[in-house]
């Protein structure tokens, strides 16, 4: 039994993993708010658009999804027949869970002449019932693609869909849910570091409040940042999302300094996901040993939830 084992080491567990994607025929998918040891021996990292179009591309026959289980789920919808490992069931998202299903399609029942784009963030339900899917990364593309006359419901985020309608210039009806770690920078703090650093550029992810935004140099997606470090003449920058993605920009330059942004709360300086931190490397060796837990959806939402996800992959 898997439990029963010595405990291994990180090396260890590198070299089990590995055994077993081969074993599996796997592809390990990973988010950069992954801890550093899973980013290392994932096959791909991404932002959430990235991760479902590799997840729809990938030839193997087992997903092993190291992120957040909207992603996991968007993995499963996009691969039905396709086994989708997460290393812990558990690994939320506070964005989703401010969107309950029930609630969410009462809103579209009080506006029906709306066509709903919502933030991937959410769950399959809330999918289900929605029109067109979008990330931060392309929201704005494919809302700039809605005609002018067709009023647009955009949920759950109210930082992104608020960002969205300024750079759009179009007025949405926007669902107020957020996400805990993108709301809690603060202003303050980001103020008294740029003082202490003024040669460093502000980048930020647009789930982040309106105030904060307005101070940043450079706004997108997990991976647009990272981008923007790496082709930008900045020397030093300080990063207004999750710090996971840090590793990332250390290896693309190592040359550059890279400033996490502090939360509100002044006893803690950090500003990490607790959900995407579920998952560790020992969860993701015993998820690939037991090939569990899983992903699982009944036929039918699994049906209803790839409309709107196929759209937003062609608008794209
Ligand atoms: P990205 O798609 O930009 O990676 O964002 C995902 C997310 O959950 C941000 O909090
Ligand atoms: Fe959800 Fe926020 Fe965590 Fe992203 S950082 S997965 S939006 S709780």
């Keep these: 039994m898997i439990l029963q084992e010595e405990p291994r080491t990180h090396l260890n567990y590198k070299d089990e993993i590995s055994r077993l994607k ?17 980013q290392d021996i994932a096959d791909y990292i991404g932002d ?71 933030y991937i963030n959410c769950t399959a339900e809330v999918k289900a019932a929605s029109d067109i899917i979008c990330t931060s990364s392309n929201a704005e593309k494919i809302i700039k693609q809605i005609p002018l006359d067709k009023p647009i419901l955009f949920s759950p985020d109210r930082n992104l869909g608020k960002y969205l309608m300024k750079t759009t210039g179009r007025e949405m009806k926007v669902w107020d849910g957020a996400c805990l770690v993108h709301e809690a920078f603060s202003e303050k703090r980001l103020v008294d570091l740029k003082l202490s650093h003024p040669s460093a550029k502000i980048i930020a992810h647009p789930e982040c409040e309106e105030n904060v935004l307005s101070y940043s140099d450079y706004i997108g997606s997990t991976s647009k940042l990272l981008q923007f470090v ?17 590793h990332q920009m250390e290896k693309a330059v190592p040359n550059k300094n890279f400033i996490p942004a502090p939360p509100n709360d002044n006893s803690c300086n950090c500003s990490e996901c607790p959900y995407m931190k579920l998952n560790t490397i020992e969860k993701l060796y015993l998820c690939m040993a037991a090939q569990s837990p899983k992903i699982e959806l009944s036929t039918e939402l699994l049906n209803k939830a790839l409309l709107p996800l196929e759209k937003m992959l062609a608008m794209s």
């Design 230 to 246: 790496i082709s930008d003449s900045a020397a030093e920058f300080i990063v207004v999302t999750e710090p996971g993605i840090i």
């Design 48 to 118: 959430s658009l990235e991760l479902a179009r590799r997840a729809k591309e990938t030839n193997a026959e087992v997903i092993v999804f190291c992120g957040v289980h909207f992603m996991a789920e968007t993995a499963k919808i996009l691969n039905p027949d396709k086994l989708v490992l997460i290393p812990d069931l558990a690994a939320g998202c506070s964005l989703a869970d401010s969107c309950p299903s029930d609630a969410f399609k009462a809103f579209r029942s009080a506006n029906p002449e709306y066509l709903a784009v919502t």
């Design 22 to 38: 081969r074993e599996m025929n796997a592809v390990i998918l990973a988010h950069y708010y992954q801890e550093n040891s899973i």
